[in-house]
Every structure is written in C-alpha cells, then in structure tokens.
C-alpha cells in the first residue's frame, strides 16, 4: 500500500506562505518539488523549504544545497542506527561476550 500523497497547494496554503506561487516556482527552477502531489516526507521538505525562505531568506539554490545535505545527514543517521544494531546484536550471540554498557 502507498503512502498518502498531498496536494502541494494544500500543502503550501496549511503552512501560509507569504507568495506559495513565487515561493514554488523559484523551487521548481531548481528542480525541485515539481510534482503536484508530495509524499508526506517530500512534504515535510517543502516545509523545511518554506521556513529557509521566508524566514532565513534563503534563496532556492540554497534550499536545494540545504536539502540535499538534509537528505545524506538523515541517510548517514540511518546507516549508523543500523550499524550499531547489527554491532549490538553481534555482541550479544557471542558466546561468553560482556556488555560494554
């Protein structure tokens, strides 16, 4: 089953941004959010979008530079969670292993 997907106008009109047509049409000249319809986490994107422009005034380079590190930032989290799980794990099947905690 997929995700709910959300209409962008919705999307921008919940958050209130001050011009949402400027603000997406300076996006989409960088590439981004050029679908009608965002994921919950592309939504969330866009939100962190508005908040860099509107209130940082970043400009839509910017916000895609901030993005994307956003995006390996959260991608490296993930890895490192994964790692210290499998590390964990590993510890705990080894025979006569202590807990370093």
């Not at 919705?10 to 590439?31: K, T």
């Not at 994107?45 to 940082?56: I, P």
Request: charged content about 35%; glycine content about 6%.
């Amino acid at each position: 089953m997929s995700a709910r997907r959300i209409r962008i106008d919705e999307v921008l009109r919940f958050l209130g941004a001050r011009e949402p047509r400027s603000l997406l049409e300076h996006l989409r000249a960088e590439g981004l959010f050029e679908s009608e319809e965002l994921a919950p986490d592309e939504a969330e994107e866009l939100r962190l979008a508005q908040l860099l422009v509107d209130d940082l005034g970043v400009n839509a380079a910017g916000v895609e530079v901030a993005l994307h590190l956003r995006r390996r930032l959260l991608a490296l989290e993930a890895r490192a969670i994964a790692l210290a799980n499998a590390l964990d794990a590993g510890a705990n099947r080894a025979p006569g292993a202590r807990r370093l905690r």
